[in-house]
């Protein structure tokens, strides 16, 4: 079983920055892609940015230009640093993270609890 805990969510003015942490514990070994959801009040789940093992990554194009995705392979934790932050970035953020079994040969993906981001004018 794999756990993931995010932190640095808060209230920032627009035009601020912040920097959230997810770190997996459990099991986390053979960690995969990890990557940064959000959801806004009334709307759907949607990909913030994710970030392959080998560094590889992806982001949304609303987010693109803005926020950097990277991680720690050694540590399992993976972190999405935000800029120029505009009100419509307000959104509970969910870390994901997908984690390869030896046994069936497939991904299991895993939640984390998310943590809240408002972003004031």
């Known amino acids: 079983q794999v756990q993931l805990v995010e932190s640095g969510g808060g209230l920032v003015q627009a035009g601020g920055s912040l920097r959230l942490t997810c770190a997996a514990s459990?099991?986390?070994?053979?960690?995969?892609?990890m990557g940064w959801y959000r959801q806004a009040p009334g709307k759907q789940r949607e990909l913030v940015a994710k970030i392959d093992p080998g560094g590889t990554t992806n982001y949304a194009d609303s987010v693109r230009g803005r926020s950097t995705i990277s991680r720690d392979n050694a540590k399992n934790t993976v972190y999405l640093q935000m800029n120029s932050l505009k009100p419509e970035d307000t959104a509970v953020y969910y870390c994901?993270?997908?984690?390869?079994?030896?046994?069936?040969?497939?991904?299991?993906?895993?939640w984390g609890q998310g943590t809240q981001v408002t972003v004031s004018s």
């Open positions: 994901n993270a997908d984690r390869y079994s030896w046994g069936t040969r497939l991904l299991d993906n895993y």
């Open positions: 459990g099991s986390p070994f053979s960690i995969n892609t």
